[in-house]
């Protein structure tokens, strides 16, 4: 229990002003579970907890708790400031008592003394902040629970397809008439859609630990875009989605970490292919430039949409996709840059989305 004089925002008053203090204070008692005042009443005073327990909350069908205040504590400051309904509701958490100052005498007895009114205008400083602090974690943390959903969402949606490719495969694998060359075929398969699983993981924890694991070695691009393109056909065929080598791939041998490079193309036909759902084209061009390769992947699509233009390569940006973790692009990126080349997409009227990315011949 604590008395007027001891209440922290009194300490500095003088004998004087206690006395004035002391004529204007009511004191009120709760029991336990009883409201002090409801969410949007009138402001119509200041109260001091004297002892007991308050518990500050909103919200009706879903009640959350602010904070709890303890004897000395002030609450529904706000209500000597302003005008306004209450912006929450004060309960009683357990017997309590509190001292209670009108608005009218509060503001009169603040003009009287500065003291006072400096110290209430800390006071309500000090709460706005403690309440900023609490929204802003609640905030950050309801986002951070947001993003890892949408992560495993995005993870789970990008493991379909060679998971669902793996259970065709041994479904067929069980056919007893089978030729050993298919039963070889369809083996490779699984055992690629596997390789793939395993890179999109290993790729993942690489971009979030900030890690470089482009191993370059010298590689013929023209095989492995032939060898690639016939896996992208693969994956996009059930969607009735051409696959358009436009030219052939430039027959140049160069340092360049195939498995990585393999997981930018998949990841660019992939987010054609989900903005495409059924039917379109995908185009693959390249060309030769000042000591680099340039190559474009462009779809049939509606395009680039202007208001993630300028984030596309962000982590965690996504658009028009019902999956996604929202890394895909950001992973491409590193990829590309670790290889020593740049990675970017344009969106032209009458054309669908175009992104386009350089291989320096020589690093």
Do not use: W
């Not at 119509?44 to 500050?56: A, R, T």
Request: glycine residues 8%; neutral net charge; hydrophobic residues 40%.
């Amino acid at each position: 229990m604590v008395a007027l004089e001891t209440i922290p925002l009194f300490r500095h008053l003088n004998r004087a002003e206690l006395q004035a203090l002391r004529l204007i204070a009511q004191e009120r008692r709760f029991a336990t579970g009883q409201e002090i005042f409801h969410e949007g009443a009138p402001g119509d005073g200041v109260y001091f907890v004297k002892n007991g327990l308050v518990e500050i909350s909103s919200g009706t069908e879903t009640k959350k708790v602010f904070s709890r205040l303890g004897p000395g504590e002030i609450f529904g400051e706000m209500a000597v400031i302003e005008l306004r309904p209450r912006s929450a509701t004060a309960s009683a958490a357990q017997d309590t008592e509190v001292f209670f100052l009108p608005r009218g005498e509060m503001l009169t007895f603040i003009e009287h003394s500065p003291a006072l009114a400096f110290a209430l205008l800390q006071q309500i400083s000090s709460r706005l902040r403690e309440f900023n602090q609490l929204h802003l974690r609640e905030v950050i943390a309801a986002e951070r629970l947001a993003v890892v959903g949408n992560f495993a969402r995005g993870i789970i949606h990008d493991l379909k397809n060679p998971l669902s490719i793996i259970g065709l495969a041994a479904e067929n694998f069980s056919n007893a008439n089978l030729t050993s060359e298919t039963r070889n075929l369809i083996q490779s398969r699984i055992k690629r859609q596997v390789h793939r699983i395993n890179d999109l993981v290993t790729d993942i924890l690489a971009f979030t630990e900030g890690r470089s694991q482009a191993n370059l070695q010298p590689n013929n691009f023209r095989d492995f875009i032939i060898e690639l393109a016939a896996e992208l056909e693969a994956d996009t065929a059930t969607k009735a989605i051409r696959i358009v080598l436009e030219n052939q791939p430039p027959a140049e041998i160069f340092p360049f970490d195939g498995r990585r490079l393999n997981r930018v193309f998949h990841n660019l036909v992939n987010n054609a292919k989900d903005i495409l759902n059924d039917g379109g084209q995908i185009f693959l061009r390249f060309k030769t430039g000042a000591g680099e390769i340039i190559v474009e992947i462009e779809d049939t699509g509606p395009g680039i949409a202007p208001e993630i233009a300028d984030k596309l390569f962000q982590p965690f940006t996504t658009h028009g996709k019902a999956h996604g973790t929202g890394l895909g692009l950001s992973i491409c990126k590193k990829i590309i840059e670790d290889h020593g080349g740049k990675i970017s997409a344009r969106s032209e009227p009458g054309r669908g989305a175009i992104f386009y990315f350089t291989l320096p011949l020589a690093k």
